[in-house]
């Protein structure tokens, strides 16, 4: 079955810091690929998508991704986080073959001290 | 345009007791689908719908129904509630391949 893995449940940064949550996803066919937000009492919102070309895409509030197909990977990264960044992110793949579900991974909460 | 709305945003119910969640967006997305997020366990697929008159199965579809009369609405039937149904579930909807439209959510709890 297809998996999506998010290693890290809890991240504690920094304001500043930099940022790099993991996200792997176990299928080998054509995929696309998203990060999503969900800020605190609010509903998942899309951060960025990747559906074909660069690899490395950019999205809204300075995040981005890259793309790895050979580690099936879609790394997101921001270089300084701010503290309205605390939110639970979630990674998500669409498999172009079949029909349009998604699968997302757990999560993973990130909270930013000012 | 008000994308994908939930109704209600917060219930309780109790064991035995039936109800409907509501969905519907007007986006004329062909795909409508339903998840419930528990903490640890992310997003998982209750049922979803790639057009009128067809509904099918996700990871979790016990203890729910689903239905597609129109492309703009979606609802989800609770028909006996159970503890292990309480958690705030999300409707979401997509042109095909598109990213998912989410609503505001719906917090459910049974005792």
């Known amino acids: 079955a297809q998996s999506v893995s998010q290693h890290n449940h809890h991240v504690i940064l920094s304001e500043a810091a930099s940022l790099e949550l993991g996200c792997n996803y176990s299928y080998g066919g054509t995929v696309n690929l998203f990060w999503y937000v969900q800020y605190p009492g609010q509903h998942l919102q899309l951060l960025l998508k990747?559906?074909?070309?660069?690899?490395l895409v950019k999205g809204i509030k300075g995040f981005e991704a890259e793309f790895i197909k050979s580690k099936f990977s879609f790394n997101l990264r921001k270089p300084s986080v701010q503290w309205s960044d605390t939110a639970e992110y979630f990674c998500?793949?669409?498999?172009?073959?079949?029909?349009?579900?998604?699968?997302f991974g757990t999560g993973t909460s990130l909270t930013v001290i000012p | 345009n008000a994308g994908v709305t939930q109704t209600p945003k917060f219930q309780v119910l109790k064991t035995g007791q039936s109800m409907t969640l509501q969905c519907a967006q007007d986006m004329n997305h062909e795909y409508m689908s339903w998840y419930r997020q528990d903490p640890g366990m992310g997003l998982r697929l209750i049922h979803y719908?790639?057009?009128?008159?067809?509904?099918d199965q996700g990871e979790v579809p016990n203890g729910y129904n689903v239905s597609r009369s129109t492309t703009e609405d979606f609802p989800l039937r609770l028909l006996s509630a159970a503890p292990s149904q309480t958690s705030v579930y999300f409707c979401a909807s997509s042109y095909s391949r598109s990213p998912l439209h989410f609503g505001n959510g719906t917090r459910l709890t049974v005792t």
């Open positions: 998500a793949v669409n498999i172009r073959d079949t029909g349009n579900q998604f699968y």
């Open positions: 990747y559906f074909s070309g660069d690899p």
């Open positions: 719908s790639v057009g009128a008159g067809i509904t």
